[in-house]
Every structure is written in C-alpha cells, then in structure tokens.
C-alpha cells in the first residue's frame, strides 16, 4: 500500500510550530536567568515548571493537528491564539514588564501562531482535516 503524506501547509505549519516552541523555551529561560531586579517576583523553577507543562500541551495538540488531522484541535488552537493575543492587547501598559528581550520574543510568538493559522486554513489543509488524505505520487510509477 502506498504510504500517503501529509500536505504541504500542514509540514509547514508543524516546522514553524516547532520554531515556536523554541522561541517559548528562549523566552522562558530569559525570564528564569534574568538578573533584573524588577523581576525579583519570578521564581526560575515556577517558569520552568510552567513551560514544561506548556511544552506537553502543545506537543499533544501538534500531534492531534499534524498526524491526526484533529479538526476540533485546529479550532482549539486557532481559538486560543486568539484569546493569547487579546488578553496580550488588554495588558499592553504593563508590555515591557518583563523585558524588552522578553517582549520581543512574545510578539514573534504570536506571529508564528498567526502564520500557522494561515497553513491550517488553506486549501490543502482542509482535505487533511476532512478526511481527504493526499495519494503519494509515487503509486503511479
């Protein structure tokens, strides 16, 4: 049986995912080495202890996405990145609380999500959640 492969927006969709999560781990560990003494109140091992837990969400909601073609998944995450960006918006006052580095690093989250988005909605990606996979080419030779 020909192995069928997964579209090109969801591969593409999963990389930048993966491009997120390091970009969470930098932040996180910006916060947790961070000398700055406004950041006195955040304990190293609490924001460790956060992203680990963070990191497995994530990892299971990519697997549901990516291998599974969970269309529920996709509106769970799209849902919220959603949420993430207006609760961001509503505290904007307080954006640079945590360090212009770790502000940075938030808003190139955000757009990574915002381009995942993107790849989950596009033609190709809505067979993969439908149900419709991709014939590998390869069965025809």
Same mark, same amino acid.
């Given at each position: 049986m020909?192995? $069928?492969?997964?579209p090109l927006s969801i591969r593409r969709f999963e990389g930048l995912y993966y491009l997120g999560l390091g970009t969470g $781990?930098? =932040?996180a560990w910006v916060l947790a080495t961070?000398?700055?003494?406004q950041l006195r109140h955040v304990e190293p091992a609490g924001v460790l202890m956060d992203m680990a837990l963070i990191t497995a969400l994530n990892l299971l909601l990519l697997w549901l996405i990516a291998y599974?073609?969970? =269309?529920?998944?996709r509106w769970v995450f799209t849902v919220l990145v959603a949420l993430g960006a207006l609760i961001m918006l509503a505290h904007i006052s307080h954006a640079l609380d945590y360090g212009e580095l770790s502000l940075a690093l938030?808003?190139?989250?955000y757009l990574l999500c915002a381009i995942e988005?993107?790849?989950?909605?596009r033609p190709d990606s809505r067979d993969w959640f439908a149900g419709r996979r991709p014939i590998d080419p390869d069965i025809f030779s």
């Open positions: 020909a192995r $069928a492969t997964r $781990a930098l =932040n961070s000398t700055d003494p599974r073609g969970s =269309n529920a998944a938030t808003l190139a989250q988005i993107l790849f989950l909605f």
